[in-house]
């Protein structure tokens, strides 16, 4: 499908799959600065958010937000749940698959940024039902061959090392 500069775009980035599947595969950051400037591919950008995990609250996290933030991203925090066992629970699936229904009549495109297969349905949901194309970008490696197959686009993060920064 042919991108046009009329295209009215939003970037919804799971930001702790994306940082966890660039340290645990190549053992660097990812550039989202690059991954939004790939997203939206001249288009007009409506929104482009950063969903995050806060864990400890160390100066390092509030940087990598005030980074996110600087870069033109939204950044939506969610505290790290600890339960009483000692369990730990943080994804933001369910609150970047409403956002994306909400966005859905006030774009042409929804580019999720994450690999994660759980996106299925709303993948399937968002093309036949609002008529919007989905596109993905994630590294190939960690991303579900399932959502591959169903977004209208693809871009694999792990073919360009422009996405990623330091060593």
Not at 22 to 42: G, M, P
Not at 58 to 70: C, I, M, R
């Amino acid at each position: 499908m042919t991108k046009h500069k009329d295209q009215r775009v939003a970037v919804l980035v799971d930001a702790a799959n994306m940082y966890h599947s660039a340290k645990n595969l190549y053992k660097r950051r990812v550039n989202f600065k690059e991954v939004l400037k790939a997203a939206v591919a001249d288009r007009r950008l409506v929104r482009a958010i950063a969903y995050v995990i806060r864990g400890a609250s160390n100066d390092e996290e509030e940087n990598f937000f005030e980074a996110l933030s600087n870069q033109g991203f939204e950044v939506i925090i969610k505290d790290l749940q600890v339960f009483s066992g000692g369990a730990r629970k943080a994804d933001w699936d369910v609150g970047i698959a409403i956002d994306a229904i909400k966005l859905s009549d006030h774009v042409d495109v929804i580019v999720l940024v994450s690999g994660d297969g759980d996106y299925i349905p709303l993948v399937d949901y968002l093309q036949a039902a609002k008529g919007c194309r989905v596109e993905a970008m994630a590294f190939r490696q960690t991303t579900s061959s399932k959502l591959i197959e169903e977004v209208d686009d693809f871009t694999s993060l792990s073919d360009n090392r422009k996405f990623l920064i330091g060593r």
